[in-house]
């Protein structure tokens, strides 16, 4: 009996020429990435009212371990309580609203505000005043911190500046369930890098929705990611999306088997967590040459069933349980956007989080981007690759690995097109209808504070 598994998804997704293109917006207008007054309404719309990435669970998963989270000037607190219960504050003090936690992350038996020395239990009501002689009779059940939605899931903990959101589980919908078999949970944070760049944060976000650009800016991975509109596919749900082209398309014109398997080797040099599939990959594709190394595949295997059939066997035996994923997952990044600015590219094994924000001095022409990378690795090798957080002062001066690296060069100039006052729209190619989507839930937003 054989068990639908959720990334089976993409043999019945849609393709290009599935879609009706007047449903979604193809020419777009450039005031949304320069405009003062469109970013203002995107903060009132978008940030202040939709679940985003705070960190990771591990950053908080003892008792009193806290995290805080800032978007524009706005600053969150996120603690573990006595109970386990993960929570969420506005990280200011009910007595005069001073900061109470600042610095990133820390752990603390309460949280204590460093003015006068208000305390707060974990749960954030109010425990104690100092010098209550000086303060007078106050009502404490009233006092306490005010709260904000917060939850966990795939290892990341999530947080609503709204205090009347939707849960969690409703935002995302199927989403969750289909990237749960990812284990991302038990994944390790390898890099963790956050920095200013000078574009729009939407910028960063159209560029990782569309593969229109590879050609342009990553030709290096023409040898195993063919823009075939015959091949991706799509699919949504609600604000969110997900699309995949796949690794080494199998059949395509111009690319024999050796060719197929160069592009394989040099997958390393943009997703770094192919090298360690690699040995097992050679072993398999040699079992299938002759005397003379010449290469005979039978039918129905390529070098892309190769790899696949190696990313099982190198997890599996490392101790991953990937029985919940498909072939096409061993070798293929999904490209999932979770609205508003969660971007994963993600494998059996890893995933590649970019994440947008707008810089907080409110200049639409800047963002603060951050990118992480997560792998899975046996218990033991966990805490010597856990990366901690760089901030990158001067912006510019930190070097990503190759892709990432031309995108972060990219972005800026685009930005730089942008705000030319001739331009008042951008006309998008039909392999962009998920930047075209995307803007439509951006103005389905925007439009709700008209």
């Known amino acids: 009996m054989t068990t639908t598994r959720p990334g089976e998804w993409v043999d019945t997704a849609m393709g290009l020429a599935d879609f009706t293109f007047t449903e979604?917006?193809?020419?777009?207008?450039?005031?949304?990435?320069t405009s003062p007054e469109f970013a203002a309404r995107e903060r009132a719309a978008i940030w202040m009212r939709t679940w985003q990435v705070a960190g990771r669970s591990d950053d908080v998963a003892a008792v009193g371990d806290w995290m805080e989270y800032r978007i524009?000037?706005?600053?969150?607190?996120?603690?573990?309580?006595?109970?386990?219960?993960?929570?969420?504050?506005?990280?200011?003090?009910?007595?005069?609203?001073?900061?109470?936690?600042?610095?990133?992350?820390?752990?603390?038996?309460?949280l204590v505000c460093p003015y006068h020395l208000w305390a707060f239990n974990l749960d954030g009501t109010l425990r104690s005043v100092s010098r209550p002689d000086l303060v007078g009779p106050i009502d404490k059940a009233e006092l306490g911190l005010h709260t904000?939605?917060?939850?966990?899931?795939?290892?990341?903990?999530?947080?609503?500046?709204?205090?009347?959101?939707?849960p969690l589980a409703e935002y995302l919908g199927p989403a969750m369930e289909m990237l749960a078999p990812y284990r991302l949970e038990e994944m390790t944070t390898v890099m963790n890098v956050r920095e200013a760049v000078d574009c729009n944060w939407k910028v960063v976000i159209d560029a990782f929705t569309e593969g229109y650009h590879i050609e342009g800016i990553h030709p290096e991975l023409l040898k195993v990611i063919v823009i075939d509109p015959t091949q991706n596919r799509f699919q949504s749900f609600g604000d969110h999306a997900v699309a995949v082209a796949p690794f080494e398309v199998a059949g395509v014109d111009g690319f024999g088997p050796e060719q197929q398997l160069d592009g394989i080797r040099a997958l390393p040099d943009t997703f770094p967590g192919v090298a360690e599939v690699l040995p097992t990959f050679e072993t398999m594709v040699d079992a299938h040459r002759d005397a003379d190394g010449v290469l005979h595949l039978p039918d129905g295997v390529t070098p892309r069933t190769i790899l696949q059939e190696a990313t099982r066997e190198v997890y599996t035996a490392k101790g991953l349980d990937v029985s919940g994923l498909t072939d096409s997952q061993m070798s293929d990044n999904q490209g999932w956007l979770l609205f508003p600015n969660f971007f994963m590219t993600v494998r059996a094994g890893e995933g590649h989080v970019i994440l947008a924000v707008p810089h907080p001095?409110?200049?639409?022409?800047?963002?603060?981007?951050?990118?992480?990378?997560?792998?899975?690795?046996?218990?033991?090798?966990?805490?010597?690759?856990?990366?901690?957080?760089?901030?990158?002062?001067?912006?510019?001066?930190?070097?990503?690995?190759?892709?990432?690296?031309?995108?972060?060069?990219?972005?800026?100039?685009q930005q730089a097109g942008l705000r030319n006052t001739r331009l008042d729209h951008i006309h998008l190619a039909r392999e962009e209808i998920g930047i075209a989507r995307f803007q439509s839930v951006v103005d389905r937003y925007v439009a709700s504070v008209d």
């Open 361 to 413: 001095d409110g200049d639409p022409n800047r963002c603060i981007w951050h990118v992480i990378s997560y792998f899975w690795l046996p218990g033991e090798l966990r805490e010597p690759f856990r990366a901690e957080l760089v901030e990158v002062d001067p912006p510019g001066s930190h070097q990503y690995f190759l892709a990432l690296e031309q995108d972060y060069v990219q972005m800026p100039r």
């Open 72 to 110: 524009y000037d706005q600053s969150y607190v996120v603690v573990r309580g006595t109970d386990g219960v993960l929570r969420g504050f506005v990280n200011a003090c009910r007595h005069r609203g001073n900061q109470l936690c600042a610095g990133g992350k820390g752990n603390a038996p309460r």
């Open 24 to 33: 979604y917006p193809m020419r777009i207008t450039t005031d949304r990435y």
């Open 148 to 166: 904000v939605p917060v939850d966990e899931f795939a290892g990341f903990v999530w947080i609503n500046p709204d205090p009347d959101a939707a």
